[in-house]
């Protein structure tokens, strides 16, 4: 990675690629003045910036369309962590569908993820076991609640957005592999 980044940051990796080129922004705006735009997608796949980061982005692409009010989400994973990588992915663009769908006067609508190379690591299997056992106790999902007084992206805080009623089954220790 290029010396320009501190220690311990993703460099160009994520974040840094979105804010750069105002993906986030491009997007509102051809959300809210034409949402049947089929060139909606945000990429984080920048061949400039890929060897400036800490890693080549995992989720690298996200497709945006508006069917019948509702704003969809297809979000392509070209490697996936499948017990811990995916359950953030996949809760972090659903949370994206819907603070962005509230801003631009939309219904949260589908998220569908494609993975290339879902994977789970050696040392994850016995973790992996012990979640599948767990199948049986399943939970009542909780609800995600947003401030619905919130209508620019920018204003929302950590406080805004609040998962409600919220129960799970007790940790499971489960290493990151890189």
Known sequence: MNGKWKTGTIGTSYGWVVKEFKQIDTLINKLKANPQDRRMIINLWQIPYLDTGALYPCVFNSCWDV??????CMLTIRSNDLPLGNPFNVVQY?????????????KPGLLTV???????????????????ARKSEALPAPKLWINPDIKNFYDFKIDDIKLID???LGKIDMPVSV
């Open 114 to 132: 494609c993975i290339s190379n879902a994977h789970i690591y050696e040392n994850q299997v016995e973790g992996m076991k012990e979640q599948l």
């Open 67 to 72: 069917t019948d009010g509702k704003l969809n």
């Open 166 to 168: 919220y129960k799970h």
């Open 94 to 106: 659903a949370v994206l569908v819907h603070l962005i769908a509230q801003v631009t006067d939309l």
